[in-house]
């Protein structure tokens, strides 16, 4: 390759690293413990994610919704907890995770306080769907200790729900259920799936 080919050829390369590294993910983590089967999936996606932000069990306290209706005249929530940051990055977010175990057929408390907290982007009009930032990519991960789709179905509307306020746009669903007889990690249809979404991912 001559010297000016090579030039052409770092720069270009240079670009396509500078922009896949710029895009941004945002994890809503709803597991209840580290080591566990929500754990071995997100994990995998996450190793692959530079960019990667967000509510981690570890590192946030994010209250629920209080009611409180500050949010119908100053069109944002007021409780200052770290849910404040994660405003900022649903807007400017490429990617968005929902990852969460089923508990009593739902998500995670954890996921449901921040979906109360969501409350402000409504501003008390329920049927009207309001848009956060630009369409983006997206991910539901749900782990059951029930063999059953029934034991996710309520779950993942829930999850669609949230994941539609943030602007995602038909997120990839990634169920491993029978958690109770089989670990996530023997999940060869689950792994399948995340690994073809890393290939699909525009990042
Ligand atoms: C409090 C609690 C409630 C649960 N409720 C359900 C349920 O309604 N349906 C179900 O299929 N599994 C239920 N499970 C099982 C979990 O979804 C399952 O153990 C899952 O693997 C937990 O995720 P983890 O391994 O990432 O912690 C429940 C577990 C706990 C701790």
Known sequence: MSSKKLHYFVFFATL???SKL???VLILDGRLRQGGNTDFLLQRLLNNFDNAVGASIARTQIFACTNCEACLSNSKCIINDDMQTIYHQAKTADFVVLASPIIFGNLSGRIIDILSRLQCYFKGEF??????GKVKQG?????????SNN???????????LLK?????????IASLNTDKVPTSQDKEAIETIDKLLNSVEL
């Open 165 to 173: 306020i943030l602007n995602v746009e038909n997120p990839t669903i």
């Open 151 to 161: 034991d996710v179905e309520f779950a993942l509307k829930t999850a669609k729900l």
């Open 22 to 24: 710029d895009k941004k």
């Open 127 to 132: 049927n009207k769907l309001p848009k956060v």
């Open 139 to 147: 991910a539901i991960i749900l782990i059951a200790g029930g063999s």
């Open 16 to 18: 396509f690293l500078v």
